[in-house]
């Protein structure tokens, strides 16, 4: 079965799909097993940008074009990824719901399977993040957010010229 795996932008409060023509966007075919291994962190996503994407839209809209978010057709999207983890997960992975242990960034085992097995399947898809749309940019906490150029180029330090 053909899938359609779509990139976003982590920048804070300004969450958004890579707009960048050609980038952000893979298209490729999968095994049932691995879908099965990457819907627990698949359905995570669907459940975080649900709650996120009414926040993260306006400033993206007004950041990018009102147009960016309809373009991205997120809703479908959103609705499609749900549809397809609950044909996988069963009702407890379904169930899982302790908001606490995300404030803390901490994932289960099988979401953090999920996220493993997609890091290793954009490094063999896009070994030279080429086509990926998004920079790696460390945070103050030591951790990273991916960004597109236009937020990538907004958080970069200004270094005075004399």
């Known amino acids: 079965k053909a899938y359609r795996l779509q990139l976003w932008c982590e920048a804070p409060n300004c969450q958004h799909p890579v707009s960048e023509a050609g980038k952000g966007v893979y298209e490729f075919e999968a095994p049932r097993e691995w879908i ?3 819907a627990p962190y ?3 996503i669907a459940r975080v940008l649900k709650t996120l994407t009414p926040i993260a839209a306006p ?3 007004a950041f990018f074009g009102e147009e960016l978010m309809k373009q ?3 809703q479908y999207q959103l609705e499609a990824m749900k549809e397809l983890t609950n044909s996988i997960l069963s009702n407890e992975q379904l169930l899982v719901n302790e908001p606490a242990r995300l404030g803390d960034g901490l994932l289960t085992q099988p979401e953090r399977s999920g996220i ?3 890091h290793s399947f954009l490094r063999e898809k896009d ?3 080429e086509f990926l749309g998004l ?3 460390p945070t103050y906490t030591g ?3 991916w960004l597109c150029d236009t937020h990538y180029q907004q958080s970069q330090s200004k270094i005075p010229s004399f």
Do not use: M
Request: no cysteine.
């Open 127 to 129: 070994p030279h993040h």
């Open 72 to 74: 991205s057709k997120i």
């Open 36 to 38: 099965e291994q990457i």
């Open 42 to 44: 698949a359905n995570l």
């Open 135 to 137: 920079k790696r940019h």
């Open 143 to 145: 951790d990273y957010l």
């Open 116 to 118: 493993l097995a997609l």
């Open 59 to 61: 400033a993206a809209n």
